[in-house]
């Protein structure tokens, strides 16, 4: 979608942080020699240790050391889980809409990626994912997004207890991807380690850090579930950058600095949609239309606003109607359809970036949906 767009077109379409790092030492890696030999590679026991303080710290009281796989970047950590455990022939349930990757991994291990629609609101339907894993019979993977990417997403705790009996009771991997759940606003939202030890939970320097060049993620599980994605990621990259780990190590250190300072940053953004586009904040988009965009008055998380396209535009346009946006009105924007055939008639505005370029992408996108 950036490619072609106008020079001075507001991005609103990457997911990626906009907001800068606290400044103070304590986020800044140690002063003097770097070490840059391969390092071992299950990474630095001093970040595989706070990887699992960090993790006991949300709820996983039973994560130690030997339950945590760093790789290169959650999306390592999805490809070598999938490489593992997707099984060619089977099927492989993932929210649709939803992030980009989980099909293409699907596909690229000859299984078949199966979406499941979510709730009207785009929270987790146990219902449907349960009714998918039933009709499904050969199913060997199952991947939860909360909050979710596109749609900002949800999920209930008894409803992440519903799915990982259903996927335990049939053998099924569970993979829960929650890298955006430290972005949270007023409430921290629910995690699949509320319930239960099973299944892989997936984590990343990328969204709440506020580091995604550093391709540093991790997931968290039972060490015997882990063994064989160990084997496909130690065949990948070997481990992931000496330096990269370094300044992880440092982040984390630092969470209690870092994580405070990318909420407030996300507060601000979710602040300037109320001020600058009201109505998204549980209707439409500065407009009175039938559909809904997602409410946020019950909870801002994530930095993503699922935008339903303005009233009286055909559903199947929403690509044309997003190039259009782009061109005429200068705003980049990510069409629906890109997170899968039931992304029809919305478009995804990321709220990640400089406050100032989302709060002049809002006063741009205003007259599409007052016209």
Not at 289 to 312: D, H, N
Not at 323 to 347: H, K, M, Y
């Amino acid at each position: 979608m950036a490619l072609g767009a106008p020079p001075d077109a507001v991005n609103l379409g990457l997911g990626e942080p906009g907001w800068p790092l606290p400044t103070g030492q304590a986020v800044r890696p140690d002063e003097g020699s770097v070490d840059l030999s391969y390092g071992p590679n299950t990474s630095d026991p001093a970040l595989v240790d706070a990887i699992a303080g960090y993790a006991q710290a949300r709820g996983a009281d039973t994560v130690g050391p030997d339950g945590v796989m760093v790789t290169a970047g959650s999306q390592a950590a999805l490809f070598a889980l999938f490489q593992a455990y997707a099984e060619p022939g089977s099927a492989v349930l993932a929210p649709d809409p939803g992030f980009v990757a989980y099909p293409t991994l699907a596909r690229l291990c000859g299984a078949t990626p199966v979406g499941y629609p979510l709730g009207p609101d785009g929270d987790l339907d146990a219902d449907a994912l349960l009714a998918a894993l039933c009709e499904h019979g050969h199913t060997s993977l199952v991947v939860l997004n909360h909050p979710a990417n596109p749609t900002g997403g949800l999920t209930s705790s008894g409803a992440l207890e519903r799915v990982a009996e259903a996927c335990a009771e049939r053998d099924v991997l569970l993979v829960s991807d929650e890298v955006y759940a430290e972005l949270w606003v007023d409430e921290p939202p629910a995690s699949l380690r509320d319930v239960t030890d099973v299944g892989v939970v997936l984590g990343s320097m990328s969204k709440a850090f506020g580091a995604p060049g550093l391709r540093i993620g991790w997931a968290t599980g039972d060490p015997e579930v882990l063994a064989p994605a160990r084997l496909v990621h130690n065949a990948m990259t070997t481990a992931p950058s000496r330096l990269s780990q370094r300044a992880a190590l440092a982040l984390l250190e630092a969470a209690g600095e870092v994580l405070p300072a990318a909420r407030e940053q996300l507060r601000l953004r979710w602040d300037a949609v109320a001020r600058l586009a009201p109505c998204a904040n549980g209707h439409r988009f500065l407009g009175d239309g039938p559909q809904k965009a997602r409410s946020r008055s019950a909870g801002r998380v994530g930095f993503y606003l699922w935008l339903p396209l303005p009233e009286g535009i055909d559903p199947d346009g929403t690509e044309a109607f997003a190039l259009r946006l782009r061109d005429e009105g200068r705003v980049t924007t990510i069409p629906g359809t890109a997170f899968g055939a039931r992304g029809s008639g919305f478009l995804r505005v990321s709220l990640g970036g400089p406050v100032e370029d989302l709060e002049e992408g809002l006063r741009r996108l205003a007259p599409w949906w007052k016209a």
